[in-house]
Every structure is written in structure tokens, then in C-alpha cells.
T-cell receptor, first 115, second 114 residues
Framework: AQSVTQLDSQVPVFEEAPVELRCNYS??????LFWYVQYPNQGLQLLLKYLSGSTLVESINGFEAEFNKSQTSFHLRKPSVHISDTAEYFC?????????????FGAGTRLAVHP | DTGVSQNPRHKITKRGQNVTFRCDPI?????LYWYRQTLGQGPEFLTYFQNEAQLEKSRLLSDRFSAERPKGSFSTLEIQRTEQGDSAMYLCASIDAGTDYEQYFGPGTRLTVT
């Protein structure tokens, strides 16, 4: 079984400041890792994913996340945030044991970017 | 590719009534998932289909819940004798299992039980 812990329920930050959203997971099998974003009144959108290979993955809008197997973490970072980054961010894992499986989500982190 | 669609977007019902939601996945996707998201929480897995076969059900899916995907295309989720605790956002996602790893989510159906 897998579980995900997002350590911060809310993160307030000023525009153009750096931000880190923390995610830790537990699993007895190899996992795929994902960050999804949910803007107000919209559905979930995939932000980035780690499947294999390089432990640092990047999104097209400046976010990056690093898979750390020893610390079972997949923290999300952005060096300079914009007002438009205000949203709910969900970390998710999928256990890989012979096939792709359901997503297990964390409780979410609400990022609030202030001018 | 018009994305995953869900209907209705909002549903208000009285306790004890039955409700049914529909999900239309991306056409070539063979796997379909249902999740439930309550306020302040992340989505929780309910069930999934590989084509028309329902392969896994969460213990969250009580006997009052039933899901179908009769022709391996659209899916329905029915809740019988709704309770106030059923109030949540019900999300559907689809994927072309075997060729992709990204689940594509619909906008959800928000259920309010009064």
C-alpha cells in the first residue's frame, strides 16, 4: 500500500519569491510520482511526473521536482512565483507492481501568492 | 480529443434520493477511474474499469454505490439512498493504459445532499 503526506496545508508567499511545497510518500513497491494542480473551479491538471531516469523533472511553467528515494520525498519548487500560480497542488503516487495502478493523493497544499 | 467530460456538473438532492453521474472519457482510452474529493482533502480512489470490466473497488464504495461501463466507453456512477456524508466532488479520469502514465481528469460533478 502507498500513502502520501503533504507537510503544509497552506503556503503563503509574495510574488517573485521562491517556494517549496513538500511531499513525502511511503510505499513497499516502486512508484511513479506526480504533481497535479487544481485552479479555482477547474479540474486537476498534471504539472509534472517522475517515472524513471533523471531524478529532477521540470514543467513548462517553471516548476521542478526532485525525486529523493532515500528520503522518500518529491518536493516541488519554483524559484520565482507569479500571482497566476495561486492554486491547490496535489502530490500523488502510483505503485508499480506489474502494471499501472490507481493514484494515491496527498491532502493538498494551497499556494497563495500575494502581490 | 475533447477531453474527459462529466455530467451533470452540479447536483443537489435530498437525503434518501438516488443520483446518477455520467463520465465520458477520451475516446481511445481503455481505462477509467472514479475518485471522490471532499472539502480540504485530496481525491480518493473509488473504482476503476479496464474496458468494460470493473477490476478494483475501494472499501469507500459502500453497497449504496454502483458503477458501470457497459460498452467500455462512457461510465455511470449511481448512489442510492444518498446521505449527507456523500456530499463531495466526484471526479472521473481516463488513461490509455500501456502507452501513457498520465490520468486525464474531468471537471467533476459536485454533489450536495441536503
Amino acid at each position: 500500500a502507498q500513502s502520501v503526506t503533504q507537510l503544509d496545508s497552506q503556503v503563503p508567499v509574495f510574488e517573485e519569491a521562491p517556494v517549496e511545497l513538500r511531499c513525502n510518500y511511503s510505499s513497499s513497491v516502486s512508484v511513479y510520482l506526480f504533481w497535479y494542480v487544481q485552479y479555482p473551479n477547474q479540474g486537476l491538471q498534471l504539472l509534472l511526473k517522475y517515472l524513471s531516469g533523471s531524478t529532477l523533472v521540470e514543467s513548462i511553467n517553471g516548476f521542478e521536482a526532485e525525486f529523493n528515494k532515500s528520503q522518500t520525498s518529491f518536493h516541488l519548487r519554483k524559484p520565482s512565483v507569479h500571482i497566476s500560480d495561486t492554486a491547490e497542488y496535489f502530490c500523488a503516487v502510483s505503485g508499480f507492481s506489474g502494471g499501472y495502478n490507481k493514484l494515491i493523493f496527498g491532502a493538498g497544499t494551497r499556494l497563495a501568492v500575494h502581490p | 480529443d475533447t477531453g474527459v467530460s462529466q455530467n451533470p456538473r452540479h447536483k443537489i438532492t435530498k437525503r434518501g434520493q438516488n443520483v446518477t453521474f455520467r463520465c465520458d472519457p477520451i475516446s481511445e482510452h481503455n481505462r477509467l477511474y472514479w475518485y471522490r474529493q471532499t472539502l480540504g482533502q485530496g481525491p480518493e480512489f473509488l473504482t476503476y474499469f479496464q474496458n468494460e470490466a470493473q477490476l478494483e473497488k475501494s472499501r469507500l464504495l459502500s453497497d449504496r454505490f454502483s458503477a458501470e461501463r457497459p460498452k467500455g466507453s462512457f461510465s455511470t456512477l449511481e448512489i442510492q439512498r444518498t446521505e449527507q456524508g456523500d456530499s463531495a466532488m466526484y471526479l472521473c479520469a481516463s488513461i490509455d493504459a500501456g502507452t501513457d502514465y498520465e490520468q486525464y481528469f474531468g471537471p467533476g460533478t459536485r454533489l450536495t445532499v441536503t
